[in-house]
């Protein structure tokens, strides 16, 4: 089959865009690219081809509209893109034979499951133990830390550092002592029998000896009314990729930790003016975070609404979010009092003027794919890992399956834990590797010696 014409707009320091990037350049597809970044014509444009669409990236395969990363990640997951790209009939036949186990299943020593900062990490001390390791990067390649414009808690940074070039230079580095990237979504774990069989929404299938997960987490959702039409026309999960589109506007921002700190603080470049919700009083982002965030409320940049919760968002696909309506309460949680008798007309209920809203409300562990593994979680997906103060700290309650990262630390949720719990699990998985080997020569001796007798 030829390959289409195919078009992306970005623009600068977007990471959705380079994950897009990187997806179309593993499978071989040359495309033209528009950066919109600085020029009104081409954004205009780009945003008249995609129904009003104001995010980007934005992509088009001849000249039909594909939307966004997670489209085309979508496409990916559902193993039809090769098809729409023209590199197979269909989605499904490209991966038959790997699903049935035939020949192509490749056996790897160590599959990791995310390319986050735990992940990657855990590549590189895998890589130089001669493990041998293949990263899956997952629906957000990269992880969180790509959606991050200043890295400045990170050590050894003193002028601090983007997001998305400390991971390219950890995984530079990973590559350099052997580990193997392929952009993929692991699908199911099947730990019934060993070697671990690991397949991907693609279709494609390995077997492993080991698998660390180190899958991460993605950003939670409200499940308000207008939230699903609104997703990516003035809604967004990530200030970084989108707030440069609302220049101007008055924006708000919904969270109270360290994550909406940052991105009301990152808006205010944007904004006319930055509305922080948090449906308490008292935030739980880190000091340094309030101090910057209070500065800001003295220059007039950002108004903090507290103990308010967002209760619907309004607009159109065409003219994106037009307002929003608020509930507030002084004791806080007025979503909960709003349907409790007890605080009947206590509630006050007002609409908002903004232009774009912003969610920054916490994440959600990525860990469907070991449902079945017998793998202990808790009730929110985190991975319940041994702990401790010796080795095997990050194994999990299956032998030969390590957790690393936010897929365990619900509580830190740091660059430099994440990274630190991925050197464990990579320390871990090996010493287990070896004594795996050990046991599997031992067993193989006594075998041998066994038939000699006989």
């Known amino acids: 089959m030829s390959q289409p014409h195919v078009e992306v707009y970005t623009k600068e320091n977007c990471s959705y865009c380079e994950k897009a990037k990187d997806l179309l350049d593993s499978k071989g597809i040359e495309y033209e690219e528009y950066i919109v970044t600085g020029d009104e014509a081409l954004f205009e444009e780009m945003v008249e081809r ?41 989605g499904d036949a490209a991966g038959a034979v790997a699903a049935d186990g035939g020949d192509d299943v490749e056996h790897r020593r160590l599959v990791i499951a995310g390319s986050g900062i735990a992940g990657m990490t855990a590549a590189i001390y895998a890589g130089r133990a001669n493990n041998d390791p293949l990263v899956i990067e997952g629906d957000e390649p990269g992880g969180q830390l790509t959606l991050t414009t200043d890295v400045e808690n990170y050590p050894g940074f003193p002028e601090g550092i983007s997001g998305p070039e400390l991971i390219n230079e950890m995984r530079a580095q990973a590559e350099k002592f052997g580990a193997e990237f392929e952009n ?20 494609d299938v390995y077997t492993a000896d080991a698998i660390i997960a180190a899958s991460g987490a993605s950003a939670r959702t409200l499940g308000v009314p207008g ?32 994550a909406a700190m940052e991105e009301a603080h990152f808006l205010t470049k944007f904004a006319d003016t930055v509305y922080l919700a948090h449906r308490r009083e008292e935030f739980r982002a880190e000091d340094y975070w309030i101090d910057r965030i209070e500065k800001k409320v003295e220059d007039g940049d950002v108004e903090i609404m507290r103990n308010t919760e967002l209760a619907e968002i309004h607009g159109s696909q065409a003219d994106g979010v037009d307002h929003v309506t608020l509930l507030r309460h002084p004791d806080g949680h007025p979503k909960d009092k709003f349907d409790d008798p007890e605080f009947d007309g206590e509630v006050e209920v007002f609409d908002h003027d903004v232009g774009a809203v912003f969610y920054a409300i916490g994440h959600t562990p990525n860990t469907d794919y070991l449902e079945g593994t017998g793998v202990e979680m808790d009730d929110a997906g985190y991975l319940g890992v041994a702990g401790g103060f ?39 998985a090996d010493e287990w590797l070896e004594n795996e080997a050990d046991l599997t020569a031992t067993g193989e001796a006594e075998t041998a010696a066994g038939q000699a007798d006989d």
């Open 227 to 258: 939230e699903d039409d609104l997703m990516g026309y003035g809604l967004s999960t990530c200030a970084t990729c989108d707030g440069a589109f609302f220049r101007d506007e008055d924006m708000l921002v919904v969270g109270g930790g360290d």
């Open 390 to 428: 010796e080795g095997g700290q990050t194994a999990t309650d299956v032998e030969g399956i390590f957790g690393a990262g936010d897929v365990v630390d619900f509580h830190y949720q740091q660059a430099i834990t994440a990274g630190g719990m991925g050197s464990k699990a990579a320390m871990d």
């Open 50 to 90: 995609a129904k009003g669409r104001k995010t980007a990236p934005e992509i088009f395969v001849d000249d039909e509209l594909i939307g966004g990363y997670d489209d085309l990640s979508a496409l990916e997951e559902a193993g039809e893109l090769d098809a729409k790209l023209g590199l197979a009939e269909t």
């Open 184 to 203: 993929g979504i692991i699908e199911t774990v099947d730990a019934d029998d060993r070697p671990f069989r690991v397949e991907l929404t693609n279709g």
